[in-house]
């Protein structure tokens, strides 16, 4: 993926991508050392459990999502936040449809390369 040149980027001018499994997202932003990224789930979607080296913060913009981070479990809605550090095996289940707002450091090279395995559910 071609990264951006724009200095301003809106949900709007940026497409979603279907990921399988009933979720979705959309690049928001980044360069070499952070990417923000959009992620839309259908109820009873999942992110399945899994690990990466990057740094991660989260914001639930909408919906209600159990996350398991390192073995605890959390229910997270509308306006929480989770920070998740690296090398920690994690996962979210969808019970309410909603968004979340993914912030990764340094950036998924494997989301913009399309290199990394998905961990949503088959394309």
């Known amino acids: 993926m071609k990264r951006s040149s724009e200095k ?4 709007a001018n ?5 990921l399988g499994g009933g979720v979705s997202r959309k690049f928001l932003g980044w360069d070499n050392q952070i990417m923000m990224v959009q992620v ?11 690990d990466h080296f990057h740094t991660q ?3 639930c913009a909408s ?18 936040g989770v920070y998740i550090e690296p090398n920690l ?13 993914d912030v990764f450091a340094p950036v998924r090279e494997d989301f ?5 395995v998905s961990y949503f559910g088959k394309k």
Request: aromatic share 10%; charged share 30%; with cysteine.
């Open 89 to 101: 095996v994690h996962g979210a289940l969808c019970l309410e449809a909603g968004i979340l707002i």
């Open 63 to 80: 919906g209600k999502f159990e996350f398991n981070i390192d073995g605890e479990k959390k229910i997270v809605e509308g306006g929480d």
């Open 112 to 116: 913009l390369d399309g290199s990394g």
């Open 57 to 59: 913060a989260t914001y």
């Open 14 to 18: 940026m497409e979603w991508e279907e």
């Open 8 to 11: 301003f980027i809106t949900t």
């Open 40 to 50: 839309k789930f259908e109820k009873g979607a999942e992110g399945t459990p899994h």
